[in-house]
T-cell receptor
Framework: KAGVTQTPRYLIKTRGQQVTLSCSPI?????VSWYQQTPGQGLQFLFE???????NKGNFPGRFSGRQFSNSRSEMNVSTLELGDSALYLC????????????FGSGTRLTVV | EDKVVQSPLSLVVHEGDTVTLNCSYE??????LLWYKQEKKAPTFLFML????IEKKSGRLSSILDKKELFSILNITATQTGDSAVYLC????????????FGKGTLLTVNP
């Protein structure tokens, strides 16, 4: 079956711009989580959605937001980009909890210049 | 607090060696402990552990959880160069907190 698909794979943006990243989970998975990965901080939780509802949010500023659609696809948006937002953004899907392990996509590499 | 601490942070071994990677975690709202392997981008799932003392095995890899002492180990026997990667340990929160808290990872380098 198809895995978790994230688009785009790479993105270069300028400070102050906004960006939207997309994640299509494995068919049948209703939970989608987003993580930011940087060399200094490692993998950090951004937020998790289940059936279009945000169930949990990490310690990120309000510039980071997300949503989930009825087909379980999810988007995350970062407004007013800062240089420190440069990172690999990973999306993970699961049935509900980690019953079968969260499956990660290949990520979107965002570079802010 | 959801802290996860992995050790060592990096490790260099020769092919054929056996390695043990460590992961300690905090207990609040604990649901499960997961191990992932990350080579380029997408972390790939290795194991999920929920019960103490039950070893999970997959080929040369095995893992076990100690819920009393709050740690887990990942063993790799007869290492190969293809095992070179970052190994990530993650704690899944339960209750209403659906998230994974990751450790910083262990960078394993296997030399021929």
């Amino acid at each position: 079956k198809a895995g978790v698909t994230q688009t785009p794979r790479y993105l270069i943006k300028t400070r102050g711009q906004q960006v939207t990243l997309s994640c299509s989970p494995i068919s049948g998975h209703r939970s989608v989580s987003w993580y930011q990965q940087t060399p200094g901080q490692g993998l950090q939780f951004l937020f998790e959605y289940f059936s279009e509802t945000q169930r949990n949010k990490g310690n990120f500023p309000g510039r980071f937001s997300g949503r989930q659609f009825s087909n379980s696809r999810s988007e995350m948006n970062v407004s007013t980009l800062e240089l420190g937002d440069s990172a690999l953004y990973l999306c993970a899907s699961s049935l509900s909890t980690a019953t079968y392990g969260y499956t990660f996509g290949s990520g979107t590499r965002l570079t802010v210049v | 607090e959801d802290k996860v601490v992995q050790s060592p942070l990096s490790l260099v071994v020769h092919e054929g060696d056996t390695v043990t990677l460590n992961c300690s975690y905090e207990v609040t709202n604990f649901r499960s402990l997961l191990w992932y392997k990350q080579e380029k981008k997408a972390p790939t799932f290795l194991f999920m552990l929920t019960s103490s003392g039950i070893e999970k095995k997959s080929g040369r890899l095995s893992s076990i959880l100690d819920k009393k002492e709050l740690f887990s180990i990942l063993n790799i026997t007869a290492t190969q160069t293809g095992d070179s990667a970052v190994y990530l340990c993650a704690r899944e929160s339960g209750g209403s907190n659906y998230k994974l808290t990751f450790g910083k990872g262990t960078l394993l380098t296997v030399n021929p």
